[in-house]
């Protein structure tokens, strides 16, 4: 099983759409959740971190955090074609300093 | 602000010949971490830097792989002799907190070894 899982996608939504992502974890005393935005060739970009259960709004994202079922997604509303781009989940381990990421997720929001 | 820069950004190298990534991190990050992508997987864990000091290695795929920080501000991370699958983007990320977390990245260096 891998620390960290998401689906690859591509997801796909039209533009004004909600995008959901998800990402779900194998260490349960995982204490950090975060979020990266990745064009293509680029660097990642946080975007949003949690690190306690239930919902974090920022503008059009929202993250919400299960730690009972293991459980992290990201909401995307009013999604935009520059939304575009691989979106990566990551998790700090209990026992480093270290972020595990997922695969990610590519999303794709049609105009 | 000039964020984290990295050097080259694409090289291309034979089978057991060396090449050394480069990564200056934001000016006042004392942490600095190296990552890796191959192709198709996720970005893994190499190493952490707190200031000179190596304060977890345990990502580094064998002792073909040498990273160093000399002064506490710039890193090299060195593959010799490079080996095919040592092909992928090498990010490296700089932060001022030593959590992991709030993790500022380059844009990588892609290596691709023939």
């Known amino acids: 099983q891998k620390e960290v899982e998401q689906n690859s996608g591509p997801l796909s939504v039209p533009e004004g759409a909600i995008a959901s992502l998800n990402c779900t974890y194998s260490?349960?005393?995982?204490?950090?959740f975060f979020w990266y935005r990745q064009y293509s060739g680029k660097s990642p970009e946080l975007i949003m971190s949690i690190y306690s259960n239930g919902d974090k709004e920022d503008g059009r994202f929202t993250a919400q955090l299960n730690k009972a079922s293991q459980y992290v997604s990201l909401l995307i509303r009013d999604s935009q074609p520059s939304d575009s781009a691989t979106y990566l989940c990551a998790v700090n381990l209990i026992y480093g300093n270290k972020l595990v990421f997922g695969a990610g997720t590519i999303l794709r929001v049609k105009s | 602000e000039a964020g984290v820069t990295q050097f080259p950004s694409h090289s291309v190298i034979e089978k057991g010949q060396t090449v050394t990534l480069r990564c200056d991190p934001i000016?006042?990050?004392?942490?600095l971490y190296w990552y890796r992508r191959v192709m198709g997987k996720e970005i893994k864990f190499l190493l952490h830097f707190v200031k000179e000091s190596k304060q977890d290695e345990s990502g580094m795929p064998n002792n073909r792989f040498l990273a160093e920080r000399t002064g506490g501000t710039y890193s090299t991370l060195k593959v010799q002799p490079a080996e095919l699958e040592d092909s992928g983007v090498y990010f490296c990320?700089?932060?001022?907190?030593?959590?992991?977390?709030?993790?500022?990245f380059g844009e990588g260096s892609r290596l691709t070894v023939l």
């Open positions: 260490d349960r005393g995982s204490q950090s």
């Open positions: 000016s006042g990050h004392d942490n």
């Open positions: 990320a700089s932060s001022q907190a030593g959590d992991g977390s709030k993790l500022f």
